[in-house]
């Protein structure tokens, strides 16, 4: 079964940092592009930041640049999102998706997706 489960969530205060992994079973994400995308209450999902299969290419949101850094490890079959300087409005719940193609920020092209992960940042 092809599966994809987002780990690394939690609560912290604004101005802190977490970890976010994305880590595929059933299927190997080496010809896969990531993105990952979040959902505030409320608030349509948009796209965060995506990579594509090798790591070579990455996309940010303007909302996360210079604050967020995607990378994957293939040998782990795991993709991360690195998030630092982290503001009350990136509370959201973070999913991970995967794509057979190139890496795009437009969720509807992705055809796997895991469950989400709750991000909660306030003081």
């Known amino acids: 079964q092809l599966q994809l489960v987002e780990s690394g969530g939690g609560w912290v205060q604004p101005g802190g940092s977490l970890r976010l992994s994305c880590a595929a079973s059933g299927f190997t994400l080496d010809y896969y592009a990531i993105g990952w995308f979040r959902q505030a209450p409320g608030k349509e999902r948009e796209g965060v930041s995506c990579?594509?299969?090798?790591?070579?290419?990455?996309k940010y949101a303007e909302s996360v640049k210079g604050r967020f850094t995607i990378s994957r490890d293939n040998a782990k079959n795991t993709v991360y999102l690195q998030m630092n300087s982290l503001k009350p409005e990136d509370t959201a719940v973070y999913y991970c998706?995967?794509?057979?193609?190139?890496?795009?920020?437009?969720?509807?092209?992705?055809?796997?997706w895991g469950q989400g992960t709750q991000v909660t940042v306030s003081s």
């Open positions: 998706a995967a794509v057979w193609g190139m890496a795009t920020m437009k969720s509807n092209r992705y055809d796997y």
């Open positions: 990579i594509d299969h090798r790591g070579g290419s990455t």
